[in-house]
Every structure is written in structure tokens, then in C-alpha cells.
């Protein structure tokens, strides 16, 4: 157990330690936001991001399932959400020339959801389609020159979601 907890504590350094020399998370061009979701149920997100110095512009796609066999509701939502984040470090680095090699966005994301469910009594039916406004809190940090990592945490589900960004 010992010998398990000293791989994990040492690989999780190296990663830092690789993470932290790299560039940061770009301030122009275009990025493929790419991830995985969770909670509640599974999803996957892909969406496009237009990166600047202290802001984001960005569309984001988004589909989750919550299988009723894994204890979720047995239903499945598509979304869509087009926003803006503003880059809290991305604006220290501006002001200051701070050597600071991750990002922190935080951001608002607002559209439309569909709701596909099985089994459906008309009232829910009518409540299908709706509307939503997503806050969100995002980290990158850099896995190379083209990829950088991101963590995101939202209201709008899945909640959790993590992946890769990539320059084009």
C-alpha cells in the first residue's frame, strides 16, 4: 500500500512539474474544446472557443445521459450554449507581465436544451424543450505547445467536465 502511494504521490509531482513548464493557454486563434462529463449521468462536451488576452467568446455542444440501468433517470439532453468568460489571470498576466502558466475563466453560457426521456407523460412532454443560463469556473493549463488541459465546473448538467483544448 505503501509502495502504491509513493508511485502515485511521484507521478503526480512529475505531471505538476510537467504542467508547470509548459506555455499557457493561448490568448489568440481558435480552440476545439474536447471532453467528458459527469454527474449527473455521463456526457461529452465539444464546443469552440475563441481565446483573447482577458476574455473568451465561445459555442458550446453538449449531450448527457443518465441511463436508468446506472441509477440515473433513463434520460438523455442535448444542449447548446454560446457565452463569454473573462480570464482572471489572462488579466494579471496584461496587467502585471505575471509569469503565471494556467488560466481561471470564469463565464456565462446561455441556450437551448432538449430533454429526451422515455416513457413520457404529456405534461413533460411540454417541458422538453427549455432554456437555460450557465455560470461556469474554468482551469487550463498547458500539456504541450497545441494541447491544453481544462477542468470546468457548471450549473447546467453534467456538471463536472474535463478534456482537452486544441489549437487549429
Known sequence: MHGLR???????LVLFDVVRAQPVAPDHGRVLQAGIAAVPGLGVQLGYVSPRSIYTVESILYLDVAPSFAGGEGNAQLSMAFGSAFRITGLLRTLGNAPI???LDVGMRLGPGLLLMQGKTRAQKNQQFGLFLEPFFRFASALG????FFGEVGLHRPFFRAGLWITF
Open 101 to 103: 502558466l494556467y488560466d
Open 145 to 148: 505547445t497545441r494541447h491544453f
Open 6 to 12: 509513493a508511485t502515485l504521490i511521484l507521478s503526480l
